[in-house]
């Protein structure tokens, strides 16, 4: 009975233990930073080529012909393809959405990994 309890007291205090480094690990990882990351590396990992794709334009869900963001997913893939001409044919907008991004992300990693990365190693 002691075993089982000394046990149970071990069990307990590992489950406890990585609660609190789950906890430290969700504080220490940025949700907005690997949206970004996962983004981009999406797009760089599409085929702007194809034909048929899903679209999340709530314009185009509901029958409306003209939105502004149209294309500009499509607009960034064909850059990361390096097709700079059909980028900008589908949306003019595409390298300033990938340079606004690209700041963004280093701003982050910048305040969040660097600038506290005293604070981080701490506690």
């Given amino acids: 009975m002691i075993i089982i309890q000394q046990e ?3 069990n307990n ?3 406890g ?5 789950m906890k430290k690990l969700i504080k220490y990882i940025d949700l907005e930073l690997i949206i970004w990351i996962g983004g981009l590396i999406y797009l760089a990992s599409i085929n ?3 034909t048929d ?3 999340f334009c709530l314009f185009n869900a ?3 012909d003209f939105c502004p963001g149209c294309g500009l997913g499509r607009s960034v893939s064909y850059i990361f393809h390096g097709d700079f001409y059909s980028s900008f044919f589908q949306h003019p907008l ?3 959405a990938i340079i606004v991004l690209s700041i963004r992300i280093f701003h982050l990693v ?3 990994y660097i600038t506290n990365k005293s604070e981080v190693l701490n506690g």
């Fill in 17 to 21: 233990s990585s609660k609190i480094a």
């Fill in 110 to 112: 910048k305040s969040k």
């Fill in 48 to 50: 702007p080529y194809e």
């Fill in 94 to 96: 595409g390298l300033f």
């Fill in 62 to 64: 509901i029958g409306i």
């Fill in 53 to 55: 794709h899903f679209n």
């Fill in 13 to 15: 205090l590992l489950i």
């Fill in 8 to 10: 149970n007291f071990h």
